[in-house]
Structures are given as C-alpha cells and as structure tokens.
C-alpha cells in the first residue's frame, strides 16, 4: 500500500505516520508512507508517481487539500482513494469534500482506532485490501490463486517466481490504471536491487510472454513513457 499524506504541521505528519505503521497485519509488507508539507509538493509527485491512498489536510499555506482532492477528480485516469484529515469540521466543510469527491472525512485531534478503522473501510470500497490467502481470481482464461502462488491458462499452469507471481497479480488488480515505475519497485524490489540494474523491465518482457498479453487474447501492457506501465483489456478499451 502506497499512501501518501498532506499536513504543513510535522508533528500530525508524524502521528498519522505511526498510526498507519500499524495497518499491516502479521506476515503482511509494511506500507509505503510518503509525507508532505506542502500542497505544491505532492501535487509534483502525483503527477509523476501512483498512490493508492491520499490523506490530506484541509488548509495550507499554498495548495489547500481540497483543491489537490478536486484536481485528482478532474485529471487522473484513476484517482485515488482519499481522506479528508482536518480541523475543519462544520457541516457544510464534510459536505464540501465529499462532494469534492473525499471517500471520507476525519476531524482532527483524530483519534488512531478511528482512523484506521476508516482507512480498512477506504480500501474495502475501493478493493485495495488484500484478499484471503485461498483467494482464487479469473481473468478470462487466466486463473490467479493465492494460496498457490500459481496461474493456469485455460487449465495450464504457467511457470512463475513467485515476484513474478505477485508483480502480475498487480497489474491485474489494477486493470486500467496507470502504475508508475516507482510504485512497482517500491511494492517488489529492495532499493539494493534497483541500484544495480532495470529489473522491472524484465519482469515485464517475462509477464508479455508467460501470460501471453497481446490483443489476441485480450490484453495490453502498455508502456507509458516517462512514467510506468499499464494493463487493459482489449474489450473494455474497444468498447
């Protein structure tokens, strides 16, 4: 989980940090948490990079969090999930940034049961939450179990690692939306790794192959230049 989080006060940056440390559950990869102080700030890296989740305070001294929450809405193909954390909390402010396009609203001092009891119920709706461990998901001809690690087309299985397994599950986890190279290698690849060579552009000339993405079969990986990769569906782009 990438999740990047907007306050110009250090102190409620370091407090929503350590309550979010605690999301993952035992086995699980910790979260990746990008903080911000300024709005101008996050709103260079959105451009560039793949976030998740958002949690944004209201007021800042340059770009307010409601007006990065309205650009996400009007400029990503897929924006993403996003909290409203403030100490803004009239009625007619909740009002506002829901229908700004907020997923929900929390009012500051926050208390760290709520927040994450609402960041659980963000990623429920939005489908970003992990699935059970026996989660078994098809995708044409495509079977993806998780227990296994293992993918069968058509009844056949397909010869994966098991990075080459998740990075996949990835991609068709988020059909349709961009993925930058930044979010894929911070999700599969130790910074030790990524030094010393391109390993996520083998990767994905190894997944075009095994998994047979070409438009005969219903699929595109895209390679979106300057910024990451992203999987369609030929039906649903032809539509």
Known sequence: MRVAILDDEPAELRRVEQTLRQMPEAGEDAWGLHSFERGEDLLRQLRRETFDLLILDWQLPDISGLALLRWTREHMEVPPAAIMLTS?????????????????????????????????????????????????????????????????RAGNPISFTEREYRLARCLFANLGRPLSREYLYERFWSHEEMVSSRPLDTHIYRLRNKLGLTADRGWQLLTIYGYGYRLESVTAVSE
Do not use: M, W
């Not at 396009?101 to 119920?121: C, I, M, Q, T």
């Open 88 to 152: 803004r909390d009239a009625e007619s402010d909740i009002v506002q940034a829901l229908n700004a396009g907020a997923d929900d609203y929390v009012s500051k001092p926050f208390r760290p049961n709520e927040l994450k009891a609402r960041v659980n119920a963000v990623l429920r709706r939005h489908g970003l939450q992990r699935g059970t461990a026996s989660e078994v998901l098809s995708f044409n001809d495509l079977v993806f179990d998780d227990a296994e690690l293992t993918v069968t």
